[in-house]
């Protein structure tokens, strides 16, 4: 008998909550906690979650690489982890903030907690790896990135 292969996540797919975790964010397992950003890392927040996820695909970057993203349902919007000061070029537009030095971030606080389900407003679409800083989105890539979308999406034709 063939062993069965296992299916390449994607971006979409890591994000949709999966039924332990919507179970741990009812019995208040999952935690969340505010950390100030500007130090270790800096986050890009991209809304609505969808366009952060199509970013994400469209830079070909691997859900499965331990790149720190994390998802808030409650307002639609992915925050992706860069180096800090890395995407202050980002593009000023709908959708797109960059949060450094002085912005607090909730995050999934699975450090203190034996639960890797975070909360409705934060959870991992990707989790860091052992050391959380060890791999981060390129924020140059990422506000590249950003800049050639959004110059795209000004020169298509109305319809």
């Known amino acids: 008998m ?23 964010w009812r019995s208040g397992r999952g935690r969340s906690v ?9 986050a890009v927040a991209l809304t609505p979650l969808a366009f952060g996820l199509h970013v994400l695909t469209g830079m070909r970057l691997s859900p499965r690489a331990g790149y720190p993203v994390i998802g808030d349902l409650g307002h639609d919007t992915a ?15 709908d959708g ?4 450094g030095a002085g912005h607090l971030l909730l995050v ?11 909360t409705f407003c934060a959870h991992w679409i990707s989790a860091p790896r052992a050391d959380r ?5 390129d924020g140059q890539t990422l506000a590249a990135h950003l800049h050639q979308l959004h110059s795209t999406h000004r020169k298509a034709p109305a319809s």
């Open 2 to 24: 063939a062993k069965s292969r296992q299916s390449t996540p994607t971006w979409h797919t890591c994000a949709v909550p999966t039924g332990q975790r919507r179970d741990a």
């Open 96 to 99: 797109v903030r960059v949060l």
């Open 79 to 93: 925050y992706v982890m860069v180096s800090p000061h890395s995407a202050d070029g980002a593009p000023v537009v």
């Open 34 to 42: 505010l950390e100030p950003l500007g130090e270790w890392w800096d």
């Open 133 to 137: 800083y060890e791999r981060l989105v």
């Open 108 to 118: 999934p606080d699975t450090v203190r907690t034996a639960s890797p389900h975070g």
